[in-house]
Protein backbone atom coordinates (compact mmCIF):
# COMPACT_ATOMS: atom_id res chain seq x y z
CA UNK A 1 0.00 0.00 0.00
CA UNK A 2 3.18 2.31 0.21
CA UNK A 3 3.10 2.79 -3.47
CA UNK A 4 0.11 4.59 -3.16
CA UNK A 5 1.04 7.29 -1.32
CA UNK A 6 2.48 10.39 -2.09
CA UNK A 7 4.41 12.24 0.55
CA UNK A 8 6.76 15.16 1.53
CA UNK A 9 8.21 17.34 4.31
CA UNK A 10 9.55 20.66 4.70
CA UNK A 11 10.42 23.30 7.39
CA UNK A 12 8.11 26.02 7.94
CA UNK A 13 8.80 30.18 8.78
CA UNK A 14 7.99 29.53 12.26
CA UNK A 15 10.76 25.87 12.61
CA UNK A 16 8.04 23.62 12.72
CA UNK A 17 8.60 20.47 10.41
CA UNK A 18 5.14 19.81 8.75
CA UNK A 19 4.48 16.62 6.59
CA UNK A 20 1.56 16.04 3.91
CA UNK A 21 0.67 12.24 2.98
CA UNK A 22 -2.12 11.77 -0.35
CA UNK A 23 -3.67 8.53 -0.78
CA UNK A 24 -3.75 8.35 -4.82
CA UNK A 25 -5.54 5.01 -3.89
CA UNK A 26 -9.26 4.06 -4.57
CA UNK A 27 -9.49 2.89 -0.99
CA UNK A 28 -9.85 4.09 2.42
CA UNK A 29 -6.16 3.62 3.86
CA UNK A 30 -4.64 3.39 7.60
CA UNK A 31 -1.15 4.89 7.69
CA UNK A 32 1.41 5.37 10.59
CA UNK A 33 4.13 8.14 10.30
CA UNK A 34 7.46 8.99 11.86
CA UNK A 35 9.44 12.06 10.62
CA UNK A 36 13.53 11.50 10.70
CA UNK A 37 14.98 12.28 14.31
CA UNK A 38 18.70 12.12 14.62
CA UNK A 39 19.03 10.51 11.33
CA UNK A 40 16.59 7.70 11.41
CA UNK A 41 12.88 7.08 12.31
CA UNK A 42 11.86 8.84 15.31
CA UNK A 43 10.25 6.23 17.92
CA UNK A 44 8.58 8.76 20.31
CA UNK A 45 5.11 9.41 19.03
CA UNK A 46 5.82 13.37 19.83
CA UNK A 47 7.32 12.90 16.49
CA UNK A 48 5.39 10.09 14.91
CA UNK A 49 1.67 9.58 14.55
CA UNK A 50 -1.12 7.57 12.40
CA UNK A 51 -4.67 7.78 11.67
CA UNK A 52 -6.75 7.00 8.26
CA UNK A 53 -6.29 8.78 5.25
CA UNK A 54 -9.34 8.49 2.43
CA UNK A 55 -9.18 7.98 -1.36
CA UNK A 56 -7.47 11.57 -2.89
CA UNK A 57 -7.32 12.77 0.87
CA UNK A 58 -4.45 14.84 1.34
CA UNK A 59 -3.82 15.27 5.40
CA UNK A 60 -1.31 17.39 7.20
CA UNK A 61 0.61 19.96 8.33
CA UNK A 62 0.94 22.20 11.94
CA UNK A 63 -3.14 22.57 11.76
CA UNK A 64 -3.52 18.76 10.43
CA UNK A 65 -1.85 17.25 12.94
CA UNK A 66 1.24 15.87 11.32
CA UNK A 67 4.15 18.57 12.63
CA UNK A 68 7.26 18.60 15.10
CA UNK A 69 9.27 20.87 16.75
CA UNK A 70 12.74 19.01 17.00
CA UNK A 71 12.53 16.25 14.25
CA UNK A 72 15.85 16.67 12.08
CA UNK A 73 15.81 19.64 9.80
CA UNK A 74 18.52 19.63 6.97
CA UNK A 75 17.13 17.99 5.20
CA UNK A 76 13.30 17.45 6.95
CA UNK A 77 12.36 13.72 5.98
CA UNK A 78 8.64 11.81 6.68
CA UNK A 79 8.48 7.95 6.31
CA UNK A 80 4.83 6.01 6.74
CA UNK A 81 3.90 2.89 6.49
CA UNK A 82 0.40 1.70 4.91
CA UNK A 83 -2.06 -0.60 5.40
CA UNK A 84 -5.71 -0.90 3.63
CA UNK A 85 -8.32 0.35 6.54
CA UNK A 86 -10.23 -3.06 6.29
CA UNK A 87 -7.11 -4.22 7.11
CA UNK A 88 -6.38 -2.43 10.16
CA UNK A 89 -10.11 -3.09 11.04
CA UNK A 90 -8.94 -6.72 10.94
CA UNK A 91 -6.65 -6.26 13.34
CA UNK A 92 -3.95 -6.67 10.98
CA UNK A 93 -2.03 -3.40 12.03
CA UNK A 94 1.18 -1.47 11.10
CA UNK A 95 3.46 0.38 13.54
CA UNK A 96 5.53 3.60 13.19
CA UNK A 97 8.32 1.49 14.98
CA UNK A 98 8.76 -1.08 12.48
CA UNK A 99 10.79 0.25 9.10
Avoid at 51 to 79: F, M, R
Wanted: net charge neutral; hydrophobic share 30%.
Amino acid sequence: MNKWLRGSARVERDGFVTGHLTNTSTQALYVSWSFKKNGVAAGNMADAGGGVINPGQTVGGEGGGIWSTDADKNPPEIYWYAVLKSDEDAGKTCSHKQW
